[in-house]
């Protein structure tokens, strides 16, 4: 579990292809290594991935075809740039929000308007996940913890304070760049919870529209 805190920006050192998954190094630069060990969680660009090797600089972890799918790993070349979260204690600060590193989607930047030393960003998300964006809910960017500030459609906006820009790759964005999306956690439930007994009949692919709401007791 993560809070969408960024601790670090490292950098892609190794790509290794291991049949159908990717072996992949990223040197740290200052985030403490001395806590980790091997089988714990990273959050790298909000993906939740296993270490498999350490040491003081960097880290290894595999990535299935499963994650590349769902994330921009696909996109990404030695020297990319990355955010990273180490998983959260039990008697950590909660500065975020839930992150489960289980990335839903990727988006695209569609337009970066700066505002004085703000940075106003809209992303287009895929349309599948446009009903859990919210505005003033919460949403995870290349794992950053974000409020978002506006919605059309599938696509919403955030709006980025300097130290966001400064301490994560978030400054590094342009036009056309892509970013893993993960939606909040609670609404991704949510839907699962309304659906009640429907969801062990695969009725769940129906979607919740307002007949669902009506037909399941939850409207008169």
């Not at 296993?50 to 499963?66: I, L």
Request: net charge negative; with cysteine; proline share 2%.
């Amino acid at each position: 579990m993560f809070t969408g805190i960024i601790e670090d920006v490292g950098h892609i050192t190794k790509l290794q292809p291991k049949g159908d998954d990717i072996r992949l190094t990223v040197a740290v630069n200052k985030m403490d290594m001395s806590d980790v060990a091997l089988g714990d969680s990273i959050a790298t660009n909000g993906v939740c991935l296993t270490v498999v090797d350490f040491s003081d600089a960097h880290y290894s972890v595999d990535v299935s075809p499963e994650t590349i799918k769902r994330s921009g790993f696909a996109n990404y070349d030695v020297g990319g740039k990355v955010n990273l979260e180490k998983a959260m204690m039990a008697t950590s600060r909660f500065g975020g929000h839930i992150v489960s590193g289980h990335v839903d989607g990727v988006g695209k930047i569609v337009a970066i308007n700066p505002i004085d030393r703000w940075l106003e960003i809209w992303i287009q998300a895929p349309d599948s996940l446009a009903k859990y964006i919210s505005e003033k809910g919460s949403i995870t960017v290349d794992g950053v913890s974000l409020t978002v500030n506006d919605v059309d459609g599938a696509k919403f906006m955030l709006t980025l304070i300097p130290h966001t820009l400064e301490e994560t790759i978030i400054g590094t964005y342009q036009v056309g760049s892509l970013v893993n999306l993960e939606v909040d956690l609670i609404a991704r439930y949510l839907e699962r919870l309304i659906q009640g007994d429907a969801a062990a009949n695969g009725q769940q692919k129906k979607g919740i529209d307002i007949a669902f709401l009506a037909e399941n007791g939850y409207m008169k």
